[in-house]
């Protein structure tokens, strides 16, 4: 799958061309652009989850991990969607079991060490092996539905860093969460906890087809 940027000639429906047109209007404020054919799944699937009252209304927030980009590149975006503009762009590791520098592998099961894909909600926080850190509620079925009780979380970590990148040629891997640096994390998860839309995007056609949240939304949610 072509998954570099672009936006469509031609929006298939009004849902796509208000896609289409809050993409056009956000502030990415210097920050790496996020490819338009995962912002638009993105958003999809937060529309559906909102429909079905599965977010926090209060917080109009997306954080959409780009799991086709290589882990040397600020691959994490949080978006206020209210606001229009780019909260955050960095770093985030891939699981250990999921690739090296690119991702390739992902997975539900306990002791993979892979990461999953596909749409959470943000929890509560708590303070563990890494600190300061976000409990995750995995919403696809059979792709991260398992992702609590596999303790898949959003942390700090030394090895997420520009760095380590020098030292040793890609950024360091987790056991599966998508963690980010010791720097960035407090205010991250601050921003993002108790009940804000997380996506970890890959264009494995599998999921693509099979997931619940991106079927196509009507133009009411929008």
């Known amino acids: 799958m072509n998954v570099t940027a672009h936006e469509p000639d031609a929006p298939v429906s009004i849902t796509s061309n208000a896609i289409s047109s809050l993409y056009r209007q956000i502030d990415f404020n210097g920050s790496e652009r996020l490819d338009y054919y995962v912002f638009m799944n993105a958003m999809t699937g937060y529309l559906n989850l909102k429909a079905e009252h599965k977010l926090n209304d209060g917080k109009k927030l997306i954080t959409v991990c780009d799991y086709s980009l290589s882990a040397n590149k600020k691959r ?6 209210q606001a229009k503009k780019v909260l955050l762009n960095t770093y985030v590791a891939h699981g250990q079991g999921t690739g090296e520098e690119h991702a390739k592998y992902f997975s539900n099961k306990e002791g993979s060490h892979k990461s999953s894909l596909g749409f959470y909600v943000t929890g509560d926080t708590y303070h563990g092996q890494h600190g300061l850190s976000l409990y995750l509620h995995g919403m696809d079925q059979g792709y991260n539905s398992a992702a609590y009780e596999r303790t898949i979380v959003v942390h700090g970590a030394g090895y997420v860093s520009s760095d380590f990148i020098a030292g040793t ?8 969460c998508p963690a980010v640096s010791n720097e960035i994390a407090p205010q991250l998860i601050d921003m993002t906890k108790g009940g804000t839309c997380l996506f970890i995007f890959y264009p494995e056609q599998k999921y693509l087809a099979d997931s619940h949240w991106l079927h196509t939304v009507d133009e009411q949610k929008m």
């Open 76 to 81: 994490l975006w949080v978006i206020d969607l």
């Open 169 to 176: 040629g890609r950024l360091g891997r987790s056991w599966g």
